[in-house]
């Protein structure tokens, strides 16, 4: 069983910077794709960001150019960088990770982690 556990959250003024961590028990983190969502009050939980085993990174519209999603496969943690923070980023961050194996897929989600940014 794969547990991920995120860290990193808390209140920002508007402007400020935050940096998420997500950590996993095994070297799964290497393995497969991990992306970071978020859900807002009242909102749908939204994909905000994409890395893949090989790097390559994808972005939601309204995070591209603040926020920055990277490895460090030394230390089995995804992060994400995020800048410029707005009010409408405050939301609770999930990190997520799902594969085909065995003929069958497995999806894990992280307990989240608050991000309140104020005005």
């Known amino acids: 069983q794969v547990q991920l556990v995120e860290s990193g959250g808390g209140l920002v003024q508007r402007g400020g910077s935050l940096r998420l961590s997500c950590t996993a028990s095994?070297?799964?983190?290497?393995?497969?794709?991990v992306d970071w969502y978020r859900q807002a009050p009242g909102k749908h939980r939204e994909l905000v960001a994409t890395i893949t085993s090989s790097g390559s990174t994808n972005y939601a519209d309204s995070v591209k150019g603040r926020f920055t999603i990277s490895r460090d496969n030394a230390k089995n943690t995804v992060y994400l960088q995020m800048n410029s923070l707005q009010p409408e980023d405050t939301a609770v961050y999930y990190c997520?990770?799902?594969?085909?194996?065995?003929?069958?897929?497995?999806?894990?989600w992280g307990q989240g982690t608050q991000v309140t940014v104020s005005s």
């Open positions: 095994g070297n799964i983190l290497n393995i497969y794709p």
């Open positions: 997520h990770l799902s594969y085909y194996s065995s003929a069958s897929w497995s999806d894990y």
